[in-house]
C-alpha cells in the first residue's frame, strides 16, 4: 500500500494528538477517528482503514494504559513509531481572559503533563474522553469558566483561542506513537532498525533471567521490557519488549534463538525503521 493514499485510524476526535501524530508520519492519507483504541484497531481489520495510528508511551506520563495488552491480540503487526513533540495549551472560548478560567478538562494522560501548571493557576481539573474532544466539548457547552488542554489544531478546526501555549511540565514532553498494519513488513527500510515482540516465559526457575541473557551476550540492547497479565491471571504472564536491530542481524538471531529455549511461546509483532527522535 502507497502512504501517498488511503485512510488511518486513529482514537480521539479531529485535533487529537494522534490526529496530529498521523498528520505527521502519513500526512497523505484521510485521518479517520475512532471512539477507542479498540475501535481504530478494528477499523483496520475491517477494512475500513488501511493503518491506525496508536500511542503507546509518553515520556512524562509513562505508558498509556491497555495499549501494550491490545497489540498482541490484535491481529496487526507495527510497520513504522512516530515520536511526537507534545506541545499543551489551554484553550477556551472566543474573547474569554484566563483568568476567567476555574477548570480545565482534557484526557487524563495529559492532565497528568501539565500538573504545575494546573496548580499554579488554582485550575480544577475535569477528566475528559479525550484531549480534541474536550476542545469540542467546551465550545459546544459555551461555559466561559471551562476550558480544554489540547493541541493548537483542536482550538482551530472548534473555534477556541489559545490563552496559554506550551505549559507541559517538561519541556521534551513527547510521546511515541505506533503505526500498524493488517500486513507485516520485516523488509531493512533503514539502517537503524527495531524489532517489537512478545514472549511467555516456562514454569521454571528463573526463566525470566535466563530468557534475557541472550540479549546480554549477543549484545543486544532492549529498550523496553513490559509484563502483563494474561486472561486474568496472576501465574500467566505475557511480556513485552523493544530491541534494537533486525531479526536478521547475526546478534538478534542469535538472542531470538536462546530465547525460544526458555519461553512457551514468542512472537514478533513488529520489525521497523527507529525513529529519528528516538535518540
Known amino acids: 500500500m502507497s502512504e501517498l493514499s488511503g485512510r488511518i485510524a486513529f482514537q480521539g476526535e479531529l485535533g487529537a494528538y494522534s490526529h496530529e501524530a498521523c498528520r505527521q508520519a502519513r500526512p497523505s492519507m484521510q485521518a479517520l477517528p475512532c471512539r477507542t483504541?479498540?475501535?481504530?484497531?478494528?477499523?483496520?481489520?475491517?477494512?475500513?482503514?488501511?493503518?491506525?495510528?496508536?500511542?503507546?508511551?509518553?515520556?512524562?506520563?509513562?505508558?498509556?494504559?491497555?495499549?501494550?495488552?491490545?497489540?498482541?491480540?490484535?491481529?496487526?503487526?507495527?510497520?513504522?513509531?512516530?515520536?511526537?513533540?507534545?506541545?499543551?495549551?489551554?484553550?477556551?472560548?472566543?474573547?474569554?481572559?484566563?483568568?476567567?478560567?476555574?477548570?480545565?478538562?482534557?484526557?487524563?494522560?495529559?492532565?497528568?503533563?501539565?500538573?504545575?501548571?494546573?496548580?499554579?493557576?488554582?485550575?480544577?481539573?475535569?477528566?475528559?474522553?479525550?484531549?480534541?474532544?474536550?476542545?469540542?466539548?467546551v465550545a459546544e457547552r459555551g461555559d466561559p469558566t471551562l476550558g480544554a488542554l489540547a493541541s493548537e489544531l483542536a482550538g482551530e478546526i472548534y473555534g477556541l483561542d489559545v490563552l496559554a501555549r506550551k505549559i507541559e511540565d517538561q519541556s521534551n514532553n513527547t510521546t511515541r506513537f505506533l503505526v500498524m498494519s493488517p500486513k507485516a513488513d520485516h523488509s531493512r527500510r533503514a539502517e537503524r532498525m527495531m524489532t517489537t515482540l512478545t514472549f511467555r516465559v516456562r514454569n521454571i526457575p528463573a526463566a525470566l533471567y535466563k530468557a534475557m541473557g541472550g540479549f546480554a551476550t549477543n549484545g543486544v540492547n532492549m529498550t523496553k521490557l513490559e509484563s502483563y497479565m494474561v486472561g486474568g491471571s496472576f501465574t500467566a504472564t505475557e511480556f513485552y519488549a523493544d530491541i534494537e536491530g533486525h531479526p536478521e542481524d547475526g546478534p538478534v538471531l542469535n538472542a531470538l534463538e536462546e530465547l525460544r529455549f526458555f519461553t512457551s511461546q514468542s512472537e514478533i509483532i513488529g520489525v521497523y525503521p527507529a525513529d529519528p527522535r528516538r535518540a
Open 37 to 137: 483504541f479498540e475501535d481504530a484497531i478494528e477499523a483496520v481489520r475491517a477494512g475500513q482503514a488501511d493503518l491506525a495510528m496508536l500511542p503507546v508511551e509518553n515520556s512524562t506520563y509513562g505508558r498509556v494504559a491497555d495499549i501494550h495488552s491490545l497489540l498482541p491480540g490484535s491481529g496487526l503487526r507495527i510497520i513504522d513509531e512516530a515520536f511526537v513533540r507534545v506541545h499543551i495549551n489551554l484553550l477556551g472560548l472566543p474573547g474569554v481572559p484566563i483568568e476567567r478560567i476555574t477548570q480545565a478538562m482534557s484526557h487524563t494522560v495529559l492532565l497528568g503533563q501539565c500538573r504545575d501548571f494546573l496548580k499554579s493557576h488554582n485550575l480544577r481539573a475535569l477528566t475528559g474522553a479525550d484531549t480534541a474532544g474536550s476542545a469540542k466539548l
